[in-house]
């Protein structure tokens, strides 16, 4: 499947920056069942700094934000062709060995509710763990409601766990504290989907991956309840959210009364788009 996507976020600073960085993590990973046909990025009010491939093999750009400048704006757009694999990345790469994804973070760290909810599924035998882990997947789709506005990006888990609701980013982040409890490592993907049912989003989309003996890492998405397919882009992995947030940084001289908008749109694209496209050049 072939995607276009389109995606711009927009910094409005309540007083004019003296010094700011931005880290973005905003460019799609060439891995399995994926493949970059084209991607640029735009900047107004900033200037690129440096380009880095991180310990995950996420592609990081840096970029300072001119001195002065209220609003910045960065712009992303390409396509990307997606094959299905059923939801399976492969074979584990980056400079982390696939131990480090055992440990627990801060945002994914286990507390009363998720330790409970591990030890009702029971304990994954050998040659189970994809058993298991469907079956952790459902169980948080049906205890955590999907609704936004009721959670930040520095929820935890066991938080979001014990309100029972939040939205893809504490789905994934439940699966992954309760899948590493149980000896499974696990890992946070932020990127795309295309939706059956529009085209302009406010928001990326994130999900989690496993590593399953014999298969390597495996997709699953908690909020739709499937493992990701031709819709799906990855575009950057971690431990947690902060290790592939596609903006983070730091500034000087604004408030925090600064303001993030965020506009994607992901469609199918086919060959007579294409064609179309070529002949108004």
């Known amino acids: 499947m072939k995607l276009s996507i389109r995606h711009t976020t927009r910094y ?47 592609k990081v750009t840096l970029v300072a934000v001119d001195p002065g400048a209220s609003e910045v704006t ?36 286990p507390g009363v509710k ?56 504490d789905h994934a982040h439940i699966f992954i504290g309760a899948a590493r409890a149980a000896g499974i490592p696990a890992r946070y993907v932020s990127g795309y989907l295309m939706m059956n049912d529009r085209i302009d989003q406010e928001a990326s989309h994130a999900w989690a991956e496993a590593h399953v003996d014999g298969l390597g890492w495996v997709g699953f998405d908690i909020s739709n309840g499937i493992s990701p397919d031709p819709r799906y882009v990855r575009v950057a992995t971690g431990r947690d959210y ?5 903006v983070t940084g730091i500034s000087f001289g604004s408030t925090t009364d600064d303001r993030l908008t965020v506009d994607i749109s992901v469609e199918q694209q086919h060959d007579t788009d294409t064609q179309q496209e070529q002949s108004q050049q």
């Open 12 to 58: 409005s600073f309540n007083q004019p920056v003296v010094h700011a960085l931005q880290r973005l993590r905003l460019t799609p990973k060439a891995t399995q069942g994926q493949k970059i046909l084209d991607w640029t990025m735009t900047y107004d009010n900033a200037q690129l700094e440096l380009e880095y491939d991180d310990e995950h093999f996420n």
């Open 74 to 109: 960065i712009t992303c757009s390409g396509i990307v062709m997606t094959e299905d694999e059923g939801g399976i990345i492969g074979r584990h790469s980056g400079h982390l060995p696939l131990w480090s994804f055992l440990s627990q973070t801060k945002l994914t760290k």
């Open 114 to 169: 998720l330790r409970a909810l591990v030890r009702e599924l029971g304990e994954p035998q050998d040659g189970a763990r994809l058993d298991f882990l469907h079956a952790l997947s459902a169980r948080i789709r049906e205890d955590v409601a999907y609704e936004t506005g009721t959670t930040e990006v520095t929820t935890t888990a066991e938080e979001a766990l014990a309100e029972q609701h939040g939205v893809c980013q």
């Open 242 to 246: 902060r290790d592939s947030a596609p």
